[in-house]
Each structure stands twice: as structure tokens, then as C-alpha cells.
């Protein structure tokens, strides 16, 4: 049980185009779902949370209009990383809460390349 | 949320156990101990956490101390599919539920 499955695994695009990244929880509903990012060789640090149906909570740093986040469903999450550069090119996690007794338990990641 | 400290690295044979330390010495006492650990190129792995009692799953063990001031993951019986970082982490209970990652230790089990 607690699978979270993050989508695509890995992509490749263009400097100045969108990707969004999709995460879902596949067998439990998740009330708050956390995005991470990791650069080569660093831990990973939290760039938002976000709760179904309402608006995500942003890390100090992180530009909520670059990285746009949409928790619609308590199943789904997205993060768009608009206008992307090549120093958007990192690891993207995405994490999910069933409970705030439960673990918390994370997706596969998305590797981003913006070329 | 509590610091933590741990060893940058760690080796262990396969086979034996792996013995993995993280001091938590500023500790409130209603944070638990959270262990994870990431395999290269993967996302973090949920291991198993406690708050005063040790505890046991298939997985690890964890011990805390008396005062809980630290902790140990034990590893029972480390394979090479082990090799990867871990992380200790300690949080608030309830809602405000947020996981910050240190450094880790990145544990090697050789053959």
C-alpha cells in the first residue's frame, strides 16, 4: 500500500517552454502533498506544499509564479515549471500525506534537462 | 523541527549488520524520529520512525535512547541492494507535518 507514482520520470525540453509533472497518490487520498527538488549531490529541499483545493504554501526562495502548483483532486497533484531554464535542470520529488499519523511516502522523481 | 547530525559515510559488509548513528540532542518531546533512505536516482524510501520505544518491521530496527538524544538504524542483515543515503529526521506530530532533509549518511555495503 502507499504508492505514489510521479509522471514522467524523466524529460527533456527547450529553454522558455512548460513541463508539468504529475503525481498521484494510486491507494490512499492524499490531503497534503509536498514538492521537493534535488541538485546533483545536495538533499533534498521542500519547495511547496500543497492541500487539496486550496492554494500551495511556498518556500522561502521558490517563485510561486514559476513553479505552479494544482492540488484539484485528493489524488492528484501537478507542478508546472513555466518558462524553464537550464537552471531549472534538477530532480523534482513529489510526496504524499494520507494522514498526519501515517509516513509520509514519495514518487520515483522526474528528472528535468531544459537544454 | 530538531537538527540532526549524522556520519557523512558509512561501509559494512554484506551480511552483517549495518549500524547507522544520528544524534538529535535538541529533541523536543513530542518529535518523532523518521528514517529514510534514498537509492541513487530514486525517491526517498520511508523506513520506520518512533518517538519513545524501539521499534521493529521488516525492514530495520530503531533504538532511541533513554533520553533520546539519539538514535540507531540497524540494518539486521545488509545486502548490496542497501547501498544508499540515509536520512534521519525528526518532526512535530500532527498536522503540521513537514519532513526537512539534513545530508544523511550514504551507506555502502560491499561484497
Known amino acids: 500500500g502507499a504508492v505514489v507514482s510521479q509522471h514522467p520520470s524523466w524529460v527533456i525540453c527547450k529553454s522558455g517552454t512548460s513541463v508539468k509533472i504529475e503525481c498521484r497518490s494510486l491507494d490512499f487520498q492524499a490531503t497534503t502533498m509536498f514538492w521537493y527538488r534535488q541538485f546533483p549531490k545536495q538533499s533534498l529541499m521542500l519547495m511547496a506544499t500543497s492541500n487539496e483545493g486550496s492554494k500551495a504554501t511556498y518556500e522561502q526562495g521558490v517563485e510561486k509564479d514559476k513553479f505552479l502548483i494544482n492540488h484539484a483532486s485528493l489524488t492528484l497533484s501537478t507542478l508546472t515549471v513555466t518558462s524553464a531554464h537550464p537552471e531549472d535542470s534538477s530532480f523534482y520529488i513529489c510526496s504524499a500525506l494520507g494522514s498526519t499519523n501515517s509516513p509520509l511516502h514519495f514518487g520515483n522523481g522526474t528528472r528535468l534537462t531544459v537544454t | 523541527d530538531a537538527k540532526t547530525t549524522q556520519p557523512t559515510s558509512m561501509d559494512c559488509a554484506e551480511g552483517r549488520a549495518a549500524n547507522l548513528p544520528c544524534n538529535h540532542s535538541?529533541?523536543?518531546?513530542?518529535?518523532?524520529v523518521y528514517w529514510y533512505r534514498q537509492i541513487h536516482s530514486q525517491g526517498p524510501q520511508y523506513i520506520i520512525h518512533g518517538l519513545k520505544n524501539n521499534e521493529t518491521n521488516e525492514m530495520a530496527s530503531l533504538i532511541i535512547t533513554e533520553d533520546r538524544k539519539s538514535s540507531t538504524l540497524i540494518l539486521p542483515h545488509a545486502t548490496l541492494r542497501d547501498t544508499a543515503v540515509y536520512y534521519c529526521i525528526v518532526r512535530v506530530g500532527g498536522s503540521n507535518y513537514k519532513l526537512t532533509f539534513g545530508k544523511g549518511t550514504l551507506l555502502t555495503v560491499n561484497p
Open positions: 535538541t529533541i523536543s518531546g513530542n518529535e518523532y
